[in-house]
């Protein structure tokens, strides 16, 4: 059984950092892509950084040169670096991964960030 244990979540002030964690398991980290979404008040969940099981990253524009992923796969972890964040990065951030066919979610941890 597959789960994610986002974590990591805070307050911070524009220009802050925080950093985010994926607990996994129930799955070959090494095997899969581990995504990064997140929910805007009253808006749609997005997109925000992929580390794909090449180790390779991608992001969305926004967040470029700011937000990195990695990976600790001893500890079948996942994380989002989140440098000089903005108020508009304000959301419940979660990650995301397709493995065999399913869509599985994190529970998401609370990102506020504000004066």
């Known amino acids: 059984q597959v789960q994610l244990v986002e974590s990591g979540g805070g307050s911070v002030q524009p220009g802050g950092s925080l950093t985010l964690s994926c607990a996994t398991s129930?799955?070959?980290?090494?095997?899969?892509?581990i995504n990064w979404f997140r929910q805007a008040p009253g808006k749609e969940r997005e997109w925000v950084a992929t580390?794909?099981?090449?180790?390779?990253?991608t992001n969305t524009p926004n967040v470029q040169g700011r937000f990195f992923t990695s990976k600790d796969n001893a500890k079948d972890t996942a994380y989002l670096q989140m440098n000089n964040l903005k108020t508009d990065g304000t959301a419940d951030y979660f990650c995301y991964v397709l493995v065999r066919g399913q869509n599985d979610w994190g529970q998401g941890t609370l990102v506020t960030v504000a004066a």
């Open positions: 129930g799955f070959t980290i090494t095997k899969y892509d």
């Open positions: 580390k794909s099981r090449r180790d390779g990253t």
